[in-house]
């Protein structure tokens, strides 16, 4: 994930193992939804200190749940 004000890399999520379709922010920003080619969806837990950086190796503590009995691709998350 990247700053829009300069480009910087904020956090770096490790996880998915194929393609991800869509992702989705919950409405107070403070998790992204993420769906993905291999068949599942995970929930990642953003940082609240925007200058807290996230590298590939702290990413799976971020991640709080993820379905793995999915029996297709999932290819859009809409959250309500």
């Given at each position: ?25 919950t ?5 992204l ?7 599942d ?40």
């Open positions: 994930m990247f700053s829009l004000e300069n480009g910087e890399c904020l956090f770096i999520f490790r996880g998915h193992r194929d393609i991800i379709h869509d992702m989705q922010f409405s107070n920003d403070r998790y939804y993420t769906v993905s080619a291999d068949f969806m995970k929930l990642w837990s953003i940082p609240e200190n925007s200058n807290e950086y996230i590298d590939e190796d702290d990413s799976e503590k971020m991640c709080l749940r993820m379905n793995v009995n999915h029996p297709s691709y999932i290819y859009a998350i809409k959250i309500f």
